[in-house]
């Protein structure tokens, strides 16, 4: 039973998530559907991570076993017809051996946060990047995010319902990139960078950061919130609408060659 590879690329807004769900529309349902079109047994797919709902991902990665011995491109192509017309596609498609997981053979996996401070409300970019109205201040959120990267218990910043067996994880990279829009506001671009993260520790660190550029926090209560060890220190938790997963890592890409 050959097994493959799927990068994902999916914009989350009419999703309920990436697990399947009764009744809802989900992201890994809407594969297995579009998969059960061409194989009789309807087979699973298991992704490198599950996305909330609203959440994004640029590079999603899934693989699934398969009965009869499809060359990748032809099926990455039917995939993508029986996706339409869901904001869902199959980046990329590739045979990996029989004991390769989307999920225990990931190194690293990397967000991306989209947020918009402006005064006007999102059009056009409304449900694919958070807007605050209030201005911030760049070098502020960076010398909080600081704080952030390494190894700590990441309690303060993780969902109560987070299903981690532990709260200890070490966040590799979490750098802010800002410029300025036509529109007249600042976009800023969070890339987070970690083996693995808990739920809703990106959304955690971002509302978080966002209190610090706006002055409402002071650089050094971020350390504070850290060091508490208790989800009551953290700053709000921001909306999905601006989280990407960006990308996924393995030893060795299986999309390459």
Not at 1 to 30: C, I, S
Not at 225 to 234: E, G, N, S, V, Y
């Amino acid at each position: 039973m050959p097994r493959y590879a799927l990068k994902v690329e999916y914009n989350g807004q009419p999703f309920h998530g990436w697990q399947r769900q009764t009744d809802l529309a989900t992201v890994q349902g809407a594969i297995e559907s579009a998969l059960a079109r061409l194989e009789p047994r309807r087979p699973a797919i298991v992704g490198a991570g599950r996305t909330d709902s609203g959440v994004h991902a640029l590079g999603q990665v899934a693989h699934c076993d398969l009965d009869r011995d499809w060359d990748p491109f032809r099926l990455s192509e039917a995939l993508n017809y029986h996706l339409r017309p869901a904001p869902l596609a199959i980046l990329a498609c590739a045979r990996v051996a029989a004991d390769w997981h989307a999920r225990f053979s990931a190194t690293e996996r990397r967000y991306l946060f989209r947020l918009v401070s402006r005064r006007a409300p999102l059009t056009f970019e409304k449900g694919r990047a958070w807007r605050v109205p209030q201005r911030l201040e760049p070098e502020a959120m960076r010398a909080g995010a600081a704080h952030l990267v390494g190894k700590h218990d990441f309690t303060t910043f993780r969902s109560t319902i987070c299903q981690a067996d532990s709260p200890v994880k070490t966040l590799d990279a979490l750098e802010i990139e800002d410029h300025q829009r036509r529109d007249g506001g600042t976009e800023f671009l969070f890339h987070l960078r970690a083996r693995s993260f808990l739920h809703n520790q990106v959304r955690s660190f971002v509302g978080t950061l966002e209190r610090v550029g706006t002055g409402a926090w002071d650089p050094d209560r971020v350390k504070t919130a850290l060091a508490a060890r208790d989800r009551a220190a953290c700053g709000p938790v921001c909306p999905p609408d601006g989280l990407y997963l960006a990308g996924v890592g393995y030893p060795e890409d299986p999309f390459v060659g």
